[in-house]
């Protein structure tokens, strides 16, 4: 079964450094979405992208994150100056084209361990 | 505006006996309702998704859900446990064809014991 995939499993990094985080989601899938789940806490929406373009994101969205298609197959999270508080588990998933009246699921990689130190 | 409950972060049961995880939705619109699971250190896997078909719902591993609108309730069950079920399951709640951010619940860790 295609699934979707994450690097790296870990990244440590320090605080004020640039991260980026990479997904390659299912092939034929055309929506695309990063999730962060902070540790003891909930999975929380960021971005969601679609046609090249940010078609929803959360407050925590905010000018230090930025998304990217840089080709046929990546997706990828840059967090631009990086803060302690964003040390969390990163999740990407991908889905079929939503139409109305019909949610397709999001299928989600195995996730990046982010540690800001 | 959506959101859902799980009524409780921990749930114990022995192996060979029913499971009954509980969540409760909130939703303006009509709602598409999921139950995932996470195994340690692995991602949300799909168990099954109620998109206003029929209110009984059966996923993956023998696990069910039973949408009822007159509760709010989207309860997820098995009938018999096996120690391979012992993760975390998530209650996410969508509104149908409104949006694709998923809203999650806060996680029911389940515990199967010998």
């Known amino acids: 079964e295609p699934e979707v995939t994450q690097t790296p499993s870990h990244q440590v990094t320090q605080m004020g450094q640039e991260v980026i985080l990479r997904c390659v989601p299912i092939s034929n899938h055309l929506y695309f979405y990063w999730y962060r789940q902070i540790l003891g806490q909930k999975v929380e929406f960021l971005v969601s992208f679609y046609n090249n373009e940010i078609s929803e994101k959360s407050e925590i969205f905010d000018d230090q994150f930025s998304v990217e298609r840089p080709d046929g197959s990546n997706f990828t999270l840059k967090i631009r100056s990086t803060k302690l508080e964003d040390s969390a588990m990163y999740f990407c998933a991908s889905s079929e084209i939503v139409w109305e009246g019909f949610d397709q699921p999001q299928h989600f990689g195995d996730g990046t361990r982010l540690s800001i130190l | 505006a959506q959101s859902v409950t799980q009524l409780d972060s921990h749930v114990s049961v022995s192996e060979g006996t029913p499971v009954l995880l509980r969540c409760n939705y909130s939703?303006?619109?009509?709602?598409?309702l999921f139950w995932y699971v996470q195994h340690p250190n692995k991602g949300l896997q799909l168990l099954l998704k109620?998109?206003?078909?029929?209110?009984l719902v059966k996923g993956i591993n023998g696990f069910e859900a039973e949408f009822k609108k007159s509760e709010t309730s989207f309860h997820l069950t098995k009938p018999s446990a096996h120690m391979s079920d012992a993760a975390e399951y998530f209650c996410?709640?969508?509104?149908?064809?409104?949006?694709?951010?998923?809203?999650f619940g806060t996680g029911t860790q389940l515990k199967v014991e010998l």
């Open positions: 109620y998109t206003s078909a029929a209110t």
């Open positions: 996410v709640v969508t509104p149908t064809g409104g949006g694709n951010k998923l809203t």
């Open positions: 939703s303006s619109y009509s709602p598409s």
